[in-house]
């Protein structure tokens, strides 16, 4: 799990897709590995969908890009209203 003060850190690097990529690849480890506390995990998605939408707002095509599996990764974790935040946004892209 990542710490404020790290996450802070990461805030501060411009790349919001290796970012949020990073994010979702420590949450998918810490459910494999049933890693407690649980809420460090729900914490790490949470920072991973507000990373998602940092990306949203500056690179289109690369939040496309991993959405899905930034909605499967909230899903899992019953953060429905993220989940359909992220596909919704999906949606509205790919319905113009």
């Known amino acids: 799990m990542l710490s ?5 850190s990461l805030r ?4 919001w897709y290796a970012t949020t990529d ?3 690849s420590a949450v998918s480890r810490r459910q494999e590995a049933a890693a407690q506390p649980a809420q460090d995990t729900v ?3 949470r920072n991973a969908h507000a ?8 690179d289109a095509e690369g939040a496309a890009e991993i959405a899905a599996d930034v909605a499967a990764m909230l899903e899992r974790l019953g953060e ?6 992220v596909l919704a946004w ?6 113009r």
């Open 90 to 95: 999906t949606g509205q892209r790919f319905d």
């Open 51 to 58: 990373a998602w939408r940092r990306l949203a707002a500056e």
């Open 12 to 15: 501060q690097w411009a790349d």
């Open 43 to 45: 914490s790490a998605a």
């Open 80 to 85: 429905t209203a993220r989940s359909q935040d």
């Open 4 to 8: 404020p003060r790290a996450f802070l």
């Open 22 to 24: 990073l994010l979702v």
